[in-house]
């Protein structure tokens, strides 16, 4: 079982930036591909990075590559994702999730995550 919270969301404004974190507790940290997703308000929810257990590998969908970076600190049991140059349709509510067997054709897919967080509110106004 992992536990997973996320922190750092709150209102910012376009072009500006913003740090989430995603605390784990519970099984090993290191063992879990860790991804960020998020959804906005009458849309599904969307794959936006992932990082291996190492944190040696990573991958962005395309609507954030260049603008957002993930990692992870193993020691620390904490993934973070990096977001620059904010717009206003980054505005959703952003979920950490964690996976114990994952695969490159179905990392994008929340289902293929087995812990997930709360979510925290990121908001950009224009």
């Known amino acids: 079982q992992v536990q997973l919270v996320e922190s750092g969301g709150g209102l910012v404004q376009a072009g500006g930036s913003l740090r989430l974190s995603c605390a784990a507790s519970?099984?090993?940290?290191?063992?879990?591909?860790m991804g960020w997703f998020r959804q906005a308000p009458g849309k599904e929810r969307e794959f936006v990075a992932v990082i291996s257990s190492s944190g040696g590998g990573t991958y962005y969908a395309d609507s954030v590559k260049g603008r957002f970076t993930i990692s992870r600190d193993n020691a620390k049991t904490t993934v973070y994702l990096q977001m620059n140059s904010l717009k206003p349709e980054d505005t959703a509510v952003y979920y950490c999730?964690?996976?114990?067997?994952?695969?490159?054709?179905?990392?994008?897919?929340?289902?293929?995550?087995?812990?997930w967080g709360q979510g925290t509110q990121v908001t950009v106004s224009s």
């Open positions: 999730a964690a996976s114990g067997r994952i695969s490159i054709a179905t990392m994008k897919v929340p289902s293929a995550y087995d812990y």
């Open positions: 519970g099984r090993p940290f290191s063992s879990y591909v």
